[in-house]
């Protein structure tokens, strides 16, 4: 009976997160607003830690809260507020996220929205065979726009990391497979000659894909977003002021 009670509440949550991946505004139901209570509460800095910013779209809204556990001694974790979307959102919004106070390390992804397809007539979420759909950013835009954003990161001081975009497996809504290979070669040619430090989140999703990420979606499971969480926290404790 509790493992049954479990696995609903497990169900709620990873519908939140889903649906929330499609849309830049904020959540509505009581369900989703628990989960964004969750990874948007407000974090009040502990004096002598350093500072550091996650951004990036609802799967690091998946990780958010446990980075901030696993660096909770170590690091006064923020995240961007709402849904990073694709990169010509990061560049409207890029500098309210930064805020007026100093950011030690920042650690950033764009991807997911920029390949996912959309409907050309309204900018909804579309089947990538219709004559009438187009990614959301393409290609050499994605890579343009990273190119100015790596520019205003890099103008805080901050160290950087860059997150490259976990996978899109087949079936994924609006996405096609494997779409993400060509979108993280060209945004780590952009983190190569910025010399950027480079998260490769990518492959260390890969190697337990099948265990993790839900079937057809590229969201993960509870415990796929805490196996994400470690590699991201320990990327950037490597890049923590002292270490």
């Not at 390390?105 to 997911?112: M, P, Q, T």
């Not at 409907?119 to 050499?140: F, I």
């Not at 590229?218 to 490597?238: C, D, Q, T």
Request: charged share 25%; with cysteine; hydrophobic share 40%.
């Amino acid at each position: 009976m509790r493992a049954n009670l479990w696995s609903c509440v497990a169900a709620v949550a990873i519908t939140a997160l889903v649906t929330a991946a499609e849309s830049d505004k904020p959540a509505k139901t009581a369900g989703k607003k628990r989960k964004a209570d969750e990874a948007f509460a407000k974090v009040e800095d502990r004096p002598g830690l350093p500072r550091v910013l996650l951004i990036g779209d609802s799967i690091s809204i998946g990780y958010t809260v446990a980075v901030q556990q696993l660096l909770k001694d170590k690091a006064n974790v923020h995240r961007n507020a709402g849904n990073a979307g694709p990169t010509t959102n990061g560049l409207k919004n890029l500098r309210s996220w930064l805020g007026d106070s100093p950011w030690d390390v920042i650690h950033f992804n764009w991807g997911l929205h920029d390949l996912k397809y959309i409907s050309a007539e309204n900018d909804a979420l579309a089947d990538p065979k219709l004559p009438t759909s187009r990614q959301q950013v393409p290609l050499q835009e994605y890579e343009k726009n990273l190119r100015e954003l790596v520019k205003q990161l890099q103008a805080t001081g901050a160290k950087l990391i860059w997150c490259s975009t976990t996978p899109v497996p087949a079936g994924s809504q609006g996405r096609v497979a494997a779409d993400e290979v060509r979108y993280n070669e060209a945004a780590a040619r952009v983190m190569r000659e910025a010399r950027v430090e480079i998260n490769d989140l990518c492959s260390h999703a890969r190697a337990k894909l099948p265990d993790i990420q839900l079937p057809a979606n590229v969201h993960f499971s509870p415990e796929g977003s805490r196996y994400l969480a470690e590699k991201v926290a320990a990327e950037i404790e490597k890049q923590l002021p002292g270490r």
